[in-house]
């Protein structure tokens, strides 16, 4: 029978104590709505006691989110009668409420950081249980630093605030100093201790990674017969964050042979969960994190883009829809082969490519990918339709004029103020042409000198560039009209260089403008 294991969020409370991600009132709702959504068992939802708007925040969730007794509500207290106080005051309008009551365990936090004795500490602690079970039935008490505290007081706590009635006893290590084989020992040893003292209390985990070992520490911890675990959406917190809440799940659910457990989240709201945390506290999250990570389930090498592409299952542990996005991405760079490329063209409705094309459609990809970091769809299309353009001019035999097409070989072009100018040398069959000019912008510089050289009257009409998909080296594509002897000529480039494609296009007219001029008149 598998295990159910508590899920305990708490991107409210831990959450937000990063630094610049604290939540206006609203933002907190909305978080809240999407964790009961994600169906995490318990919210935490703040510190009440910190300030009135925290207060007001707690309460309001408590009403609004904690209306059903689906979902557990609580909120932090310290050992202290006004925090208590103020966090029965805030969750009691939950239909579940919890109080969530902290205190020091290990010798630094009693002696250094109290500056009493541990059997002060304890009673202290007793007393908060007591103070707090005046009001519900429900008491999480964390014995904070418990990693580094001496074994036989963690246990002399636990023991006493379990008899003045905790139903949750949590470990925390609070300053991600365990490993994982050390921390899963404590929790065999301490779960041991308390199914004999009281069978109905929850055994807890909140773990920080300090160490990078915050996710393992909780596994280790489930293994070893703790029952439920404390985490933050995207691994927020305190210094280097908690342990990430979809770590954990997925986790358990990809390898459940291992923990042989089961929690109660819907997975497939993991990925709307991580992006609203990540976009109200502007906290972004780092591309090669685990789950929730914008390159998790995005593959840009042909060798893994081929296998997946034969069998998912060869680089894919997760179903990207398990956890809430469409499908794997397939990341087109120039490490991409040719199945992958194929692949996505025909995702794009280019599914009548026939062997010839395909290939000069590929060379013409590497060649952009070679530039550009991502060929995107929207560079593909670009790259099809630049690749038709040139195969229809070869369809009309347009040998004959080659001689007076012009080709751009090189360009320099200075953009300032005062005096914008340009130089470019062109091909023009055998014969290489320079010229150069001054205009009153780069690109009526670099028109100035093209026509210098073609020593046509040509009018420019229009102009407009815009971008082809994201990212710094995303494509330019230009779009021109010209007019020479009253005939319009429409003509359009794309280039990593805004320059080059503005060039690429005029000159493109100015063939089409040749190609008319030599036409035989029918
Ligand atoms: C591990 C964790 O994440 S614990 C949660 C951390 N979260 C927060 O701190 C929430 C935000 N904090 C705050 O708003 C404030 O610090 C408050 C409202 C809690 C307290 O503010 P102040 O009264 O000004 O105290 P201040 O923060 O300067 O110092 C903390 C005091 O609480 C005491 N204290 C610390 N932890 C506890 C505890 N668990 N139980 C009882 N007292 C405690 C300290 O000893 C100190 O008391 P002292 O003034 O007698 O030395
Ligand atoms: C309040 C407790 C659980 C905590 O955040 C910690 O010890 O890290
Ligand atoms: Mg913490």
């Given at each position: 029978m598998t295990r159910k294991i508590w899920v305990f969020d708490t991107t409210l409370r831990d959450g937000e104590q990063v630094p610049g991600a604290k939540l206006n009132l609203y933002e907190k709702l909305e978080v809240a709505q999407q964790l009961k959504k994600l169906q995490v068992d318990i919210i935490e939802t703040g510190f009440p006691s910190s300030s009135a708007g925290d207060f007001n925040a707690v309460k309001e969730i408590a009403a609004k989110v904690g209306n059903t007794d689906e979902t557990i509500i609580t909120a932090l207290a310290r050992a202290v009668k006004a925090d208590i106080d103020a966090v029965y005051n805030s969750v009691k309008y939950a239909e579940k409420p919890l109080i969530h009551i902290v205190l020091g365990t290990s010798d630094i936090h009693v002696e250094k950081k109290f500056g009493k004795s541990k059997n002060q500490i304890l009673d202290i602690g007793v007393d908060a249980v007591k103070y707090a079970k005046t009001f519900l039935p429900d008491v999480q008490y964390s014995t904070e630093d418990a990693s580094r505290a001496d074994f036989e007081y963690l246990w002399a706590t636990i023991e006493a605030v379990v008899k003045a009635g905790a139903t949750i006893i949590n470990v925390p290590d609070t300053v991600g100093y365990a490993e994982p084989e050390e921390f899963g020992e404590l929790i065999f040893k301490l779960n041991d201790r308390l199914k004999n003292l009281n069978d109905k209390v929850l055994l807890s985990v909140h773990c920080h990674n300090d160490l990078g070992m915050a996710t393992a520490n909780t596994l280790a911890a489930i293994k070893n017969g703790a029952d439920k675990v404390e985490c933050t959406i995207n691994g927020i917190g305190e210094r280097a964050g908690n342990t990430a809440l979809e770590e954990v799940v997925m986790a358990i659910n990809t390898r459940l042979s291992v923990y042989n457990a089961c929690t109660n989240i819907n997975t497939k709201e993991i990925m709307n969960t991580s992006r609203l945390v990540s976009s109200l506290m502007g906290l972004d999250v780092q591309v090669n994190k685990a789950i929730t990570g914008d390159n998790a389930f995005a593959h840009s090498s042909g060798i893994h883009q081929d296998g997946l592409l034969k069998s998912r299952d060869a680089y894919e542990i997760i179903s990207p829809i398990e956890v809430g996005l469409d499908d794997m991405d397939l990341v087109l760079t120039a490490r991409s082969g040719r199945h992958a490329v194929k692949s996505a063209l025909e995702k794009l409705g280019?599914?009548?490519?026939?062997d010839t094309q395909f290939e000069g459609i590929f060379e013409d990809f590497l060649k952009l990918a070679d530039v550009k970091k991502e060929v995107y769809n929207h560079d593909l299309y670009v790259i099809v339709e630049n690749y038709y353009a040139k195969n229809d001019n070869h369809n009309h035999d347009m040998t004959h004029y080659s001689d007076n097409f012009y080709e751009l070989m090189d360009l320099q072009v200075i953009s300032n103020t005062n005096f914008p100018s340009a130089s470019v040398k062109i091909k023009k069959g055998d014969q290489i042409l320079k010229n150069s000019a001054v205009g009153s912008g780069p690109v009526d510089a670099l028109y100035s000198a093209i026509t210098k050289i073609s020593d046509l009257d040509i009018k420019l009409i229009e102009y407009t560039i815009s971008s082809i998909s994201r990212g710094k080296e995303a494509l330019g594509k230009v779009k021109i009209q010209v007019e020479y002897r009253g005939e319009k000529y429409v003509a359009k480039a794309t280039d990593t260089d805004i320059m080059k494609a503005s060039a690429f296009a005029y000159i493109s007219a100015v063939n089409s403008i040749v190609v008319d001029t030599l036409l035989p008149v029918e």
């Open positions: 280019f599914n009548q490519l026939t």
